[in-house]
């Protein structure tokens, strides 16, 4: 009995023996056979964030004018280079004026007869109020002097018009700029006879300093931006002129206005902003695609990229603290700019965010961090 008891013992403790060694092995394992899984990471900072809107839009002239005669001739010479800028003011042709110097000298000469005819009539009142005091002519016959001198006055009224009408017709002969921009070609040549009723314009200024940018946005759209607009003011826009390359044009505009009414045809709301062109590079009836600044502020960016939807349709992260180890957040989203979303809760600025390799992990493991590289084409 002694014997067999003895033999247990020495098993007992051999097995003993041989559990320890293979717990021993087995924790050496996890810790030597097992590393940490790698992940990286981006640590969370406020950023400068602009909101916009963008809206397509066409380039449309702030100022334009038709130069058309106003009296009727036949052009004797054309004063401007074609496609050249001209200022206001400036003489761009010249209507044959023969016939207007000549109303204009004969409305002079009326106007010097009808002046003597006055003083004539001035002198010959002034005898008869002498003649009529002595009794030495009518009554009557004063007031017929009377009478034809108030004519006279009358006379010289008009020829004074006449001569007024026949300057500025004479003025008219010379067509000059209603306004400074770059002239079209001309639509006439020398000899062309032109009248005032005529449909076809001699040529047409453009001021392309500034332009404006006419957009088009929806009409539900359009309450967001009156909103914005009611709360910051003035709201700038910028341009990008080559959607290729999305190359963007170098001055910055603001939005003047936009139409009361939504078009019934087309559901929108046209947008119109004023934007510099001081070198003429937006030229009317250029498609354009317009960046209206909406709103600016400093906030936490989380890539899309690094979160991860929810059943509940919400977006988590997770977190790697200061003791490389995971922690799961729920993120409180709100715009999305470019390819992050702003996020006003759930995570703080200086925490770091697992971009890639976020599938290995669980909340609670421990981690091996590195800071994520853009160009880096790690697992998500």
Request: glycine share 8%; aromatic share 4%; proline share 4%.
């Amino acid at each position: 009995m002694s014997r067999i008891f003895y033999v247990t013992a020495a098993m007992i403790t051999l097995l003993s023996v041989v559990g320890c060694s293979n717990e021993a092995e087995q924790t050496q394992g996890q810790s030597q056979g097992m590393p940490m899984p790698s992940v990286s990471v981006v640590t969370l900072k406020k950023q400068p964030v602009v909101h916009e809107m963008v809206l397509p839009g066409r380039v449309s002239p702030s100022r334009q004018s038709q130069v058309r005669p106003q009296v009727d001739g036949v052009i004797t010479e054309r004063l401007f280079e074609e496609g050249a800028r001209v200022e206001k003011g400036q003489q761009l042709y010249q209507i044959d004026e023969a016939r207007y110097l000549a109303q204009l000298n004969s409305a002079k000469a009326d106007l010097k007869s009808a002046e003597a005819n006055l003083k004539t009539l001035e002198a010959k009142a002034r005898r008869y109020d002498d003649l009529v005091a002595k009794n030495a002519v009518s009554k009557q016959e004063y007031d017929d002097v009377i009478a034809q001198k108030e004519q006279a006055e009358a006379a010289i009224s008009v020829a004074k018009a006449a001569v007024d009408v026949a300057k500025v017709n004479m003025g008219y002969t010379k067509v000059y700029a209603p306004i400074g921009g770059r002239i079209s070609r001309s639509y006439v040549t020398e000899g062309t006879l032109v009248t005032t009723n005529q449909a076809q314009q001699l040529a047409t200024i453009t001021q392309l300093d500034p332009v404006y940018i006419d957009m088009q946005e929806s009409g539900a759209s359009i309450l967001t931006l009156r909103q914005s607009m009611s709360k910051q003011g003035a709201m700038d826009v910028e341009l990008t002129v080559d959607e290729v390359t999305g190359e963007r044009y170098s001055q910055t505009g603001s939005v003047k206005f936009s139409e009361v009414t939504v078009d019934e045809s087309t559901g929108s709301v046209t947008l119109r902003a004023e934007m510099p062109n001081p070198n003429g590079v937006l030229l009317p009836g250029l498609f354009v695609k317009g960046h209206v600044i909406t709103g600016r502020e400093n906030a936490l960016l989380v890539p899309q990229r690094a979160t991860t939807r929810q059943p509940d349709g919400s977006l988590s992260v997770y977190v790697v603290n200061g003791n490389n180890e995971v922690e799961g957040r729920t993120l409180e989203i709100g715009k999305i700019y470019r390819d992050s979303y702003v996020v006003h809760g759930g995570v703080n600025e200086g925490e770091k965010v697992i971009i890639t390799g976020y599938q290995k992990v669980k909340p609670g493991a421990k981690v091996n961090a590195s800071a994520w590289q853009p160009s880096s084409r790690g697992s998500r």
